[in-house]
Each structure stands twice: as C-alpha cells, then as structure tokens.
C-alpha cells in the first residue's frame, strides 16, 4: 500500500565481470490457484548470439508443495523434442538454453503449471532480461485465440 506502488524487483550481478541488470519481477496472482500450459516462442527473445542464454521459470502455486514438472524445448516444424527438463513448483528455476535451439520454430511448453518465463542472456559485461508474453499477444488477427489453441493442440500431441 505505498506510492508510487510496490514493484518487485531482482538484480542480478555478473561478478565475474561487473555487469547487472534490474528486471521488474512480479508474479500475477492470477497465475497462482491455477494449472495450465506455457507456450513461448523461444526466438522471440533469446539472443542466439549471445555466450549464454538461460531461461529462469518461476512458478508460484498456492499449495505449499515443491512437486516436479516438465519443461519441453518443442520443434513444431519436425514435430519434435529436442530437450526436456525436471523443473519444480514453487522455485525459480534455471535452464541452460544450447545457442543451436535458438529459431523460430522451437517452443518452451510446459503441460502441468503456469509460470512466468524469464529470457536472460549474457555477454561480456552486459547482461538482458526479458519476458514472455502469452503467445496470443504477438498474433495481429481476430482469430489469434484459435491459432494459438491449434498450436497448443499440436505441441500437446508431439509431447504426449
């Protein structure tokens, strides 16, 4: 209850070098009583000619449990895996993301729990954080819920 109002924030800090970012980290509580998929465009934000890339998953749900999930780095076009991870509820957790996967069409897909995915990529000193959106903010179309829906129903049989 502050003005101006409250916002989340995580620095990170690259000792090694010197470089920081801020990045403004709130999580909806929107997010935290529900289940549900997230679909994101992986070369839409990670910086292919980057050293590193990481994407950090936080997941916040309301039962105060750390269960496991799995994370799917998806090829729609050789409808495909190319990786999976063990990530948990309830954590921040960090994905080392191979520069080679980098391209329009692999997806990071989750099929158990929300969270928010954070894009970070370093090199040099510098350092970038960025966040998704969900996908059907980046569709210009009137039809863009149902282009996404077919795009999860297709990611879902690849991973199922």
Do not use: W
């Not at 990045?23 to 465009?41: A, C």
């Not at 916040?60 to 895996?81: A, S, T």
């Not at 040099?124 to 059907?136: G, R």
């Amino acid at each position: 209850n502050t003005f101006p109002s409250y916002r989340a924030n995580l620095k990170i800090l690259l000792k090694s070098k010197g470089g920081f970012s801020s990045y403004q980290s709130e999580y909806p509580y929107s997010m935290v009583n529900k289940k549900g998929t997230i679909l994101s465009s992986v070369n839409s934000i990670a910086n292919k000619d980057a050293e590193k890339n990481y994407i950090l998953i936080k997941n916040i749900f309301e039962i105060p449990l750390i269960e496991k999930f799995n994370v799917y780095l998806v090829n729609v076009k050789l409808r495909k895996i190319e990786e999976t991870f063990s990530i948990k509820t309830n954590y921040t957790n960090c994905i080392e993301l191979n520069n080679l996967l980098i391209k329009p069409e692999i997806f990071l897909v989750t099929n158990d729990f929300l969270g928010v995915p954070i894009y970070v990529s370093t090199n040099d000193k510098h350092i970038s954080f960025e966040h998704t959106h969900p996908p059907h903010e980046y569709i210009l179309s009137k039809n863009r819920y149902q282009k996404v829906s077919e795009l999860k129903k297709d990611i879902n049989e690849i991973i199922n």
